[in-house]
Nanobody
Framework: QVQLVESGGGLVQAGGSLRLSCAAS???????MAWFRQAPGKEREFVSA????????VYADSVKGRFTISRNSAQNTLYLTMNSLKPEDTAVYYC?????????????????WGQGTQVTVSS
């Protein structure tokens, strides 16, 4: 019904930048969207979320001021621009979408998930 495909991950040195993309396909719907990440041996954690119109955004404290979430709703594409990357940002990054109007920072608030893209930051 709804498919999410992430791209843009890779290997980067600390202090560098990457931009992740998430392409959504399937039925047209009003969705809030978000990015989560999961490092080896750790639980999945919230990174950032954005409302369907792109006006409201939420960021985890760990990425605030470094990452920027944005979307092109007309083209159903989500972005995460990551600057000043740190080794602790290393993780698989997942795109998520929700049918709820509430902008959630919890995994249970989202209905659709991508397969993830690996981001590795070397020191």
């Amino acid at each position: 019904q709804v498919q999410l495909v992430e791209s843009g991950g890779g290997l980067v040195q600390a202090g560098g930048s990457l931009r992740l993309s998430c392409a959504a396909s399937g039925r047209t719907f009003v969705y809030n969207m978000a990015w989560f990440r999961q490092a080896p041996g750790k639980e999945r954690e919230f990174v950032s979320a954005i409302s369907w119109g792109g006006i409201r955004t939420v960021y985890a404290d760990s990425v605030k001021g470094r990452f920027t979430i944005s979307r092109n709703s007309a083209q159903n594409t989500l972005y995460l621009t990551m600057n000043s990357l740190k080794p602790e940002d290393t993780a698989v990054y997942y795109c998520a979408a929700a049918t709820s109007h509430i902008l959630s920072d919890e995994s249970r608030g989202y209905d659709y998930w991508g397969q993830g893209t690996q981001v590795t930051v070397s020191s």
